[in-house]
Structure formats: structure tokens, C-alpha cells
């Protein structure tokens, strides 16, 4: 496979005005004869949707959900970085490009971060001419916050919904390019496989959700704007439509994948409450810069938390980590929980899960200032498990949240397959081996307002449009092998549930190739996955038929594609063999249990490619460089 | 727990629908309301029946996926709650609970518990935004916006588009709806030179879309799990007095002639 990055010659500075010197171009007249087809309507895809059809290509933009506003992009709470420096704390483009790359573990390319810093100021002017209603000071001018692993504060943002403000914001911008007849919007609309004519992506099968009939659309290139694949652990603070399908099955037609096994797991969400749990809700961070965190020192301890005397309660970050106590960086917060919680001290109904307690905090500052701290988190928190977290200790746990990896991408955001194009969290260019608060927000929109309209023209111009339709005989023979796929999972007649599978599943891998991973726990997985795939196809029971709304059928398709990715998950995290960021691999950590990486080794992209099915796959690599930024151990301490 | 459901079953929008009462056990106080509706998906798929289709994604109250109108209330019984944030220790056990969809005119049903809402888009196509392609564009803070008129706008713009408005309004009317997006972008300076143009395209696509009429029930603004206030009705009453005194041209199409 040859791998071309695309990087620009010359300083990193330059890069990118450079490159967007010698771009090739579409010009306007012949644009209006190209059609893209974006998949998916988050950040990204409607970002990327809109900003193309206002140059005057044709878009098609597909969502599974009933409307393009509700892409999980929505959900975002915290807010979006961006180098504007208007707190004149010295802040710069630099400095955000140098807080990205040290986040990411120098895991992630030089070139497309300094980018992304670089582009992180124009995407705040953007959304403020959209009329998304940022959050402002006493004088009219835009406030900030401050957030994890940096030193400034950059952090614009909208209460606790700047992704839905952002989200809605991109998608009005979409609604009007729908008016202007230059976008077709296809809600409720699965993608299941892609058209691939002579090495080169022309279009897509795609099945509509509520008929169930299996549909074409031919395109002269196609992005993926499909979002992250946390929902292989099942249980994850992603939406419960999220899905690897899109990203899985480009890689199956020749896209190339990077890093799978980068996963981050945020340490503070609400604990599972039983095995029906559908989904892991996300409590803030900043809510460890007040609460302490412990367990009981006895297992079982069944005593009321507030009743439990300071000489039985293990404060075991503040034990283990004197020095930064409860604000460890999340990789040690969320490994340091399963650890106290495998070792049976665990609380709540399933023993997995840790006091977070501001008893102390209220103590010292008084019950006002805490709660006007934290009132609407406290609020939340309540609604869902019925405690007063100012009474009862809060009760925590990491949850899978954000996945780094995703299809390898040059620097014009293209796929190894000519005409696929990869943004947002479906590629796995920016943020190396753990994202930085307020980041994945900020790369959504830097690829698709500003980055992919830019470079897609290299790709268009060099050859014809319009070349190929749906007649083409492969679009039936794709189309033809997805009705076969509906087939085989409505033909099987076992009893149990997708769900119930997918819960296994999910158990699994978090068990397996989760918080921490080894190399035994690794190799265990990957012999257990396929046998778990094997008793999905003769146990479960999917009712119903095809063509018509089948939710069953919905998720048994995903949940398929998530049983073949699990496995290159495992393998890329066994392969791996050092830590860095959010991999933490239990065979190499510093005496301080910090990730210990191994740059001689693995200062590289793994980069996946398909060899058929019962074939391992076949690793290449990309070498990352460190010409900005000299490689340093990652430190937080001093 | 304990619960008998009465839950409205209907195939496809052609078939006629009924309500179907199922006995569930086994319910925990700490389950979601759709953790539950869940729970008798699987038993169901067990005994080879065909699951309930209803509408769920992020789980966190803020995608509006989720519907239900659950004993007669558009997301249950608890204020400022969608149907995923809510959760069974807000009944009692033994307790009979009526499930529906969304029932509108406007919004036809697909199967089950699932509506087409597809209406409320094509009203925010019809306006809903400022017409602002991307690139470079002005620096932000070169247009200094009263923070506490930044906390309406985002007062109205958190809408979460869910339709629960249009449920619970007698008449169906979608002015709550209609009403925070032409709010959310009236109040700000980026939306001023659309705002007539945009009031009456709007109200004018809510119209066609089959939307009753507003009567200041106000039954949408105690049913919205955004809290989100009536007096955007009246701030959209009065922006589309003004548009249709103003009498606002669009010169849209004579713009892209030239």
C-alpha cells in the first residue's frame, strides 16, 4: 500500500497557506456538474455538507436519525477551543498546537494539529455570524472558561450545550443549502456498504430505515462524517445510535485503518445502575477540582457513606498520587477506579463504582459556593439516581467517551481509497493518543468548514464528473450483497436478543482491551471474539421483516460490524507494545504508574489494511515526526 | 416493580392501530422510563413477538429524539423532563401507564410509537438561519452583544426540536417551536437583516404544514422539557405584525439574476 501523507514542504507555519497555493481547484461554472455525498450530519458532515454546497457542488447528506439536528455532535457539553488569546494570558496558535500534540502523547502528525490550531480562530467567527449565542461578558465581548491540561483559557462556550449550539448552528447553515435545492437530505437513512469501480469510491448503498428497501447513490467522492465507535464497550456516553458500520465497512473496501486501539475513558460518568443500563451519562470534570474521591476501606462496608468515620474511608488518590491528589489527568483517574473496584471495594449495586464526595468541600467554603459551582451537575445527578450528592457522597465511574482512532487520512483528509474522504471523529488524525478537552468539537468544524472544501478539489479536478451512475452493474452486485446480509440476519430463529449481545460484547472489551490492557487479557479477546460472533449467528432472534421500520435488524447490522472491529481493536492494542495516552498497557508504566512510552519503537500511526475475510490483516506504518516539538515524556507534575 | 402497559401499536401509517396491554415485571426503582419500555422489547423478542418501535438516541435529554406521550403528558408526568430522563421510581408499583405517540395531523405516524416530524425541519429550511456561507468572517467581539441578551437568545435556542410542544397543544399549533428559533435570531444583531423575511416564511411554512392555531392554552410551555417561555409566541406575534405592515420583498431572486 503506499502511504502518502501529503505533508507541505517548509516550516510548519507555512504549511498549510502553502498548500493552499498549489491545491488544484474546481472552478465555479464546473462545480454545479459534481455530486458528494456526505454521510452523516453532525459537526462535521453538516459543517462540511453546507460549506460545500454553498461553493456550488451538489451534496446528498445522510443521517440514520430522523433529523439532521440529531447527531450525537449535540451532546457536547463543555465547550470549544481557540487560539483568539483575548484573556491576554499568552495564548497563541503555538501554544494550542503544542497543548494538543503534549495531550495526544505525541501520538498525533505535527503538520494537520498546527493546523487545526492554526483554523481554531476563524471557526469561533463563524459560528458568531451564524448566530450561535455564545456566551458573553458584561461589556458584549465573548467569555471564556478554562479546561483540563492547559495553562490559558481558550475555552469559548454556551452554558452546558455548546455542541448543541454549534450543532445547530452548522445545521441551519445545511437548512438553507436544503432550501437552495443544492443539498438532498436522506433522514433516516442507513448507509451499509460502498461502490468501489476501478480502486476508486463512486457511491454507497444505503438502506431507508422506515420502507426498509436498499437504495443507491452515485457520487464523484464520498466523506465520512460518521462520528467515533465507543459503542463497541457498549455501554458508553455515545448515543445508542452511534456505530462503527460506516468506517467498518470503507475499511473492508480498502480504506485503510489507523490506530484503532485508541479509545479514551472518561473518569467521571454515572455508574451502570444494573445490566439493563442503556447508557453511561457524562458528569463534568471540574467536578474533581472540589470532591474527594474514595472507597471504603472494607469491602462490603454496607454503612450509610456520610456514617462512615475518616479512619475507614481509602482516599486512594490522594494516597497514591500525593502530589496532585484528586486532579490526576484522567487516563490515571479512570485506571486508578478500576483498580480499587477489582480489588472488591467498589461500591453501589455492582461494585463498580467510587465515592465522590464534597463533604469536606462544602465543609470548608459553605454549601452556597459549592452549589453555585456545581448546581446544574449536582441537579443532573440527582434526576438520574435519586441522591443529594451534598447529603451522599456522588457515586462515579470511567466510561468509555471519545475514540482517537478512525480511518487513516492524508493531510488533504482523503482515505487510502482514491475519492473517500474521512472528518471529524471518523479519522484519526489530531489527537494522537488522547484528546484534550474542548478539542473534538473545534477539529469537527476546523475539517468541514474550512479544511475538506479546500483539498477535495485536488481530488475532483484530476478527473471527470459524473462518470459512472447507479446502473453500473457493481452498484447491483453491492446492492445485492447488503440484501443478502439483511437476509442472513432475518433468517436466524434463535431467542435471544441483539441487545443481549451486544452487552457481552461490551463486557468484554472493557474487560479485555479497556481502561488498562495485557498482553494475556489481549490475546484472550481475540480468541473469545470470534466465538462470540459464532454464538450471535446461531442464538439470536431478530423478529420482523425487512422491508419495513425493523430496529431489531438496525442494530443486529451494526452489531455485526462491531464483532469484526472489536477484534482489529484487540489486535491493534496487543500489537502496540508500550503506553501512550489513553492505551495503557499494564507491562510498561513508570515506578509512578504513569504510561511509559516506548518512542524508539512506536513513535508511529498503525495503519490497518483489509486482506478478506479469515485473513489477518496487514500493518504498515507511519512514521510520526517531531520537528516543532521535540518528543518529551509527558508530565504534568511540575 | 410492577406495571401493566397500555401501549399503542400500529404497523405503518395505512394499518389501523389499538392499544396492546402488557404485564411487566421485574422493573428496578433506579431503570429509565425507555431502560423499561427496553426491558419489554427483549422479553418480547424472546417469545418471538415483534418489539415496540419507538424513538431514542442520546439518552441525555438533549438530541429530542425521544417522544412518548406517557398518561396523557408529552414526556410523562415530571416537568422539564424528556421521556429518556425520566425514570421509574416516579411511579408507583402496580401502576397502569397509558404510552402514545406524538398525536398530530402534522406529524404522521410511522409505526408504533414513532412520528414523522419531518415538518419541523422543512419550517427551519424555510428561515431558519442566517444566510452566511463559511469563510472568513468578521471578528466577533467587533459586535458586542449584552450578555443578558445572549441569555434570552440562548433561552430560546434551546430547543431541542422534540415536538413535544405540538403535542400538547389542543390544536397542535408548532408557534413554540416556530416561535424560539425566530426569537433565538431576532434578538441577535447577526439576524436582524433577515428577521421580517424570516418571520413570515416561517409562519407561512408552519401554516401549510397542517400546524393548528395558537389559543395561549400554554399547555406547550408547561409540557416543553426546555422550559421554554411562551413569550416568544408573542415577541413572533408581534415580528410578523411588523413583516406584514413592513410589507418585506425579497429580492432574493432578482439578487442571483443579476
Known sequence: ?638 | MKFTLRIWRQKDAQQEGQFVRYELGGIEVDMSFLEMLDILNEQLTAEGAEPVAFDSDCREGVCGMCSLVINGKAHGPLQATTTCQLYMRHFADGDEITIEPWRSTAFPLVRDLIVDRSAFDRIMRAGGYVSVHSGPKPEPNSIPIAPEVAEVALDAATCIGCGACVAACPNGAAMLYTAAKVSHLGLLPQGQPERYGRVKKMVDQMDEEGFGACRNYAECEAQCPKEISIQFIAQMNRDYLNATLVKPVDRRSKMSAQ
Open chain 1, 1 to 638: 500500500m503506499q502511504l502518502d501523507a501529503k505533508i507541505p514542504e517548509g516550516p510548519i507555519e507555512e504549511k498549510w497557506a502553502a498548500h493552499l497555493e498549489h491545491v488544484r481547484l474546481v472552478g465555479p461554472r464546473n462545480r454545479p456538474h459534481y455530486r458528494i455525498l456526505v454521510i452523516g450530519s453532525g459537526l462535521s458532515g453538516a459543517s462540511a455538507a453546507s460549506s460545500l454546497a454553498a461553493l456550488g457542488y451538489n451534496v446528498d447528506c445522510f443521517c440514520f436519525q430522523d433529523s439532521p439536528r440529531r447527531a450525537h455532535s449535540i451532546a457536547a457539553q463543555g465547550g470549544i477551543n481557540a487560539a483568539k488569546n483575548y484573556r491576554n494570558d499568552g495564548d497563541s496558535v503555538f501554544r494550542l498546537f503544542y497543548d494538543t500534540q503534549k495531550g495526544g502523547d505525541y501520538r498525533s502528525r505535527e503538520a494537520n494539529v498546527y493546523r487545526l490550531a492554526e483554523l481554531s480562530t476563524g471557526i469561533i467567527d463563524q459560528a458568531a455570524a451564524q448566530g450561535v449565542p455564545f456566551a458573553r461578558e458584561y461589556g458584549g465581548l465573548l467569555a471564556n472558561r478554562s479546561f483540563g491540561g492547559v495553562l490559558v483559557q481558550r475555552t469559548f462556550y454556551c452554558r452546558g450545550e455548546t455542541g448543541q449550539q454549534l450543532l445547530l448552528g452548522a445545521n441551519s447553515a445545511l437548512a438553507e443549502q436544503i432550501a437552495e435545492g443544492r443539498v438532498r437530505m436522506h433522514t433516516r437513512a442507513e448507509l451499509c456498504d460502498f461502490v468501489v469501480v476501478d480502486g476508486r469510491m463512486r457511491g454507497i448503498v444505503f438502506r431507508d430505515l422506515v420502507t426498509g428497501e436498499i437504495h443507491s447513490a452515485a457520487g464523484d467522492a464520498v466523506v465520512l462524517a460518521t462520528g467515533g465507535y465507543s459503542n463497541v464497550y457498549n455501554l458508553s456516553t455515545n448515543a445508542k445510535g452511534c456505530n462503527v458500520t460506516a468506517i467498518w465497512r470503507a475499511y473492508r473496501r480498502g480504506a485503510a485503518f489507523a490506530n484503532p486501539c485508541y479509545a479514551q475513558i472518561h473518569p467521571t460518568c454515572i455508574p451502570a445502575s444494573g445490566d439493563h443500563q442503556a447508557k453511561l451519562t457524562l458528569m463534568s470534570e471540574s467536578l474533581r477540582n472540589d470532591g474527594r474521591i474514595w472507597v471504603p476501606r472494607t469491602a462490603g462496608d454496607q454503612r450509610n457513606p456520610a456514617e462512615i468515620p475518616e479512619e475507614d474511608r481509602y482516599y486512594y488518590l490522594e494516597d497514591r498520587y500525593p502530589r496532585f491528589g484528586n486532579l490526576v489527568p484522567r487516563d490515571v483517574a479512570s485506571r486508578n477506579a478500576k483498580d480499587v473496584c477489582d480489588s472488591g471495594l467498589g461500591v453501589g449495586a455492582t461494585g463498580y463504582g467510587v465515592f465522590l464526595d464534597f463533604r469536606d468541600a462544602i465543609k470548608r467554603q459553605g454549601e452556597s459556593v459549592i452549589n453555585a459551582r456545581y448546581a446544574n451537575l449536582f441537579e443532573m445527578y440527582e434526576r438520574i439516581t435519586n441522591d443529594n450528592p451534598k447529603k451522599t457522597p456522588m457515586r462515579i465511574y470511567p466510561a468509555p467517551h471519545y475514540t482517537m482512532g478512525g480511518l487513516w487520512v492524508d493531510y488533504n483528509l482523503m482515505t487510502t481509497l482514491p475519492g473517500l474522504f474521512a472528518i471529524g471523529e471518523a479519522n484519526f488524525s489530531d489527537h494522537g493518543a488522547n484528546r484534550l478537552g474542548a478539542s473534538s468539537l473545534m477539529q469537527c468544524l476546523a475539517d468541514g468548514y474550512f479544511v475538506l472544501p479546500a483539498t477535495i478539489g485536488d481530488y475532483l479536478s484530476s478527473y471527470p464528473y459524473g462518470e459512472i451512475t447507479t446502473d453500473h452493474e457493481q452498484f447491483k452486485t453491492v446492492e445485492n450483497d447488503v440484501r443478502d446480509r439483511v437476509r442472513r440476519l432475518l433468517d436466524t430463529r434463535g431467542k435471544r436478543s441483539v441487545a443481549s449481545f451486544h452487552r457481552e460484547l461490551g463486557k468484554l472489551m472493557i474487560n479485555q482491551c479497556g481502561i488498562s490492557r495485557n498482553r494475556e487479557q489481549l490475546g484472550e479477546a481475540i480468541r473469545r471474539i470470534p466465538e462470540l460472533r459464532d454464538a450471535f449467528w446461531g442464538e439470536v432472534g431478530i423478529p420482523g421483516g425487512g422491508e419495513e421500520l425493523n430496529q431489531s435488524l438496525e442494530h443486529g447490522g451494526r452489531l455485526t460490524d462491531f464483532f469484526e472491529f472489536a477484534e482489529l481493536m484487540c489486535r491493534d492494542a496487543l500489537e502496540r507494545d508500550e503506553s501512550c495516552g489513553c492505551h495503557f498497557r499494564e507491562e510498561h508504566q513508570t515506578k509512578e504508574g504513569e504510561a511509559l512510552r516506548d518512542d524508539e519503537n512506536f513513535a508511529h500511526v498503525s495503519i490497518w489494511q483489509y486482506q478478506g475475510e479469515g485473513t489477518p490483516p496487514t500493518l504498515h506504518r507511519e512514521p510520526l515526526e517531531f520537528d516543532a516539538i521535540p518528543l518529551a515524556q509527558r508530565n504534568y507534575k511540575t
